[in-house]
């Protein structure tokens, strides 16, 4: 009876280093005893609500903080970010929040390869300060400027060049395009858009 086996995928050591280090560094600032109360608007019934959800993790031995979505709505009004778009928040080692809003940024021309229409994302991102009391103490909004897009759209640029962008058509399979020496690939995602995405091999099925 003949067995199939499925080649071996090797990572460069080196690689896998750096990515563990990183993953390591990251782990390391972010706080395991600490949680976030975000509190829709200065009502007396729900800042009450918040306060007895943030009693309730600190008499679990959690670090509370509550931040008002007032204070999102002034980031999301400085980035240029509609309602219906995400913020992604967390919370930071030194107490305060951080956070970033993708977008996408649209490629055109023959330059991109199979990515020409499709979208690539870039990120604004914003960190914030709080006091003990809760109130901001300072913020910090960083949106992506023309430099950053060229930066973004060079990278596809080099990516296309290398033949390293799969058609639409081409297979997903983490395996078969790391054999084609593929690092990524373009799809049309759940709303419609067609973005340029990265293939990740781990010895299993990793997208990003």
């Known amino acids: 009876m003949t067995t199939a086996t499925t080649p071996e995928i090797r990572i460069d050591p080196a690689v896998r280093a750096y990515v563990d280090e990183r993953l390591a560094e990251l782990r390391a600032r972010l706080p395991d005893d600490r949680v976030t109360l975000v509190v829709f608007s200065g009502d007396l019934d729900r800042n009450l609500a918040a306060l007895v959800i943030a009693t309730g993790a600190a008499a679990m031995g959690l670090e509370p903080d509550a931040l008002p979505t007032r204070v999102l709505d002034?980031?999301?009004?400085?980035?240029?970010?509609t309602a219906e778009e995400e913020l992604v928040v967390r919370p930071a080692a030194d107490g305060g929040m951080h956070g970033r809003r993708v977008?996408?940024?649209?490629?055109?021309?023959p330059e991109y390869g199979p990515?020409?229409?499709?979208?690539?994302?870039?990120?604004?991102?914003?960190a914030i300060t709080l006091e003990d009391g809760g109130y901001v103490a300072a913020s910090?909004?960083?949106r992506a400027g023309a430099e950053d897009e060229e930066d973004a759209r060079e990278f596809v640029r080099t990516l296309a060049r290398a033949g390293r962008i799969a058609p639409d058509a081409a297979t997903r399979d983490p395996s078969e395009l790391y054999r084609e020496g593929r690092s990524h690939f373009v799809v049309r995602?759940?709303?419609?858009?067609?973005?340029l995405r990265r293939a990740w091999h781990d010895g299993g099925v990793t997208w990003k």
Request: no cysteine; glycine share 10%; net charge negative.
């Open 74 to 81: 002034a980031v999301r009004a400085r980035l240029g970010a």
């Open 103 to 109: 977008r996408d940024l649209v490629l055109s021309g």
């Open 115 to 126: 990515a020409d229409g499709a979208a690539v994302e870039i990120s604004d991102s914003f």
């Open 140 to 142: 910090r909004i960083e």
């Open 189 to 195: 995602e759940t709303d419609g858009v067609r973005r």
